[in-house]
């Protein structure tokens, strides 16, 4: 009897102090408004679906939102990363710091214009000293819709080279051009081509100095979309953090025929309930692997 009243009190007693959870972001301690928990695993299907976690990573989010945490622990790694946004009432990325543990590696800080556009991006690397700051200036063709970004990037207050990008009337980037660091001099250009299922197929680069075109083709372009599907988790699929890694191994062992498709060598399944909970399979580039991601949101303000 004594064992189940201290379970029952260690079960109160955590979930106070859950409810009042809390991050630290700078000097500032943030109330936490919403957590998303995300776990990562590598699957196994020789005799027995398995699952193996290789890393996991928590979003604490203030109560408005304006402020996120994201902790990335790599247990094979043995490290942890940890990123904080911060964001205006306009919910533009304003500053970003990025640690390695506790020790601060870089500064991110965003400036827009009145059509939410970035304009202005410094990053100030803690550990050699370096900066690097871009500002972007934008230009349109009323004729065709397209739209032209015009990059300049400096090193430590020094023009180091601009960039062109062009994009189409539906936002696709279709061609990049690297100028350099006098703004006349062409270094290369690139141009890129999507395939039927949207994705990137082709990236063509031509350096006008050796009058040489290289060809990269992206294998992920040439795939049908039956390989880029999203799949409902209904009302009635009871999924929580609990019985997590019981539902995935249900799932992927219901639907182990879409990671066995010939016409799918690449793949990404997104099963979600459009609440607070999805799944994502997808394959790696080593033995063949495949992996599955698990994010789950609650809310505790």
């Known amino acids: 009897m004594k064992k189940y009243l201290l379970l029952l009190i260690l079960f109160i007693f955590s979930s106070d102090i859950w409810a009042q959870a809390t991050f630290k972001a700078g000097w500032t301690t943030y109330p936490t408004g919403w957590l998303t928990r995300q776990y990562t695993y590598n699957i196994s299907v020789k005799d ?56 601060l590696q870089a500064v991110n800080e965003y400036r827009y214009d009145n059509k939410n556009r970035v304009v202005y991006h410094l990053e100030e690397n ?112 009871k999924v929580n953090l609990n019985n997590r890694v019981y539902f995935m191994r249900k799932l992927i062992q219901k639907n182990i025929t879409l990671l066995n498709d010939k016409d799918c060598p690449d793949f990404e399944y997104l099963f979600t309930n459009k609440a607070n909970c999805s799944i994502t399979l997808f394959p790696t580039k080593v033995n063949h692997g495949r992996k599955v991601i698990f994010s789950y949101k609650d809310k505790l303000k």
């Open 48 to 103: 027995s679906i398995r699952l193996y976690m290789e890393d996991s990573t928590n979003i604490f989010a203030s109560p408005d939102s304006l402020v996120v945490m994201i902790v990335n622990d790599y247990f094979l790694q043995k490290y942890t990363t940890k990123t904080i946004d911060y964001f205006n009432a306009h919910r533009q990325l304003m500053k970003s710091e990025d640690y390695t543990g506790e020790n």
């Open 126 to 237: 803690k550990e050699t000293g370096k900066s690097y700051r871009k500002t972007y200036d934008y230009t349109s063709d009323k004729k065709t819709g397209d739209n032209t970004m015009l990059e300049s990037s400096f090193l430590d207050g020094r023009i180091e080279f601009y960039t062109k990008t062009y994009y189409n009337k539906h936002g696709e980037k279709y061609k990049e051009m690297r100028l350099n660091d006098n703004n006349k001099d062409v270094v290369h250009v690139e141009n890129f081509t999507y395939g039927e299922n949207g994705r990137l197929k082709e990236r063509t680069v031509y350096f006008p100095e050796w009058k040489v075109t290289k060809t990269f083709p992206e294998p992920k372009g040439s795939l049908p979309l039956k390989c880029f599907n999203t799949f409902p988790i209904g009302p009635t699929e």
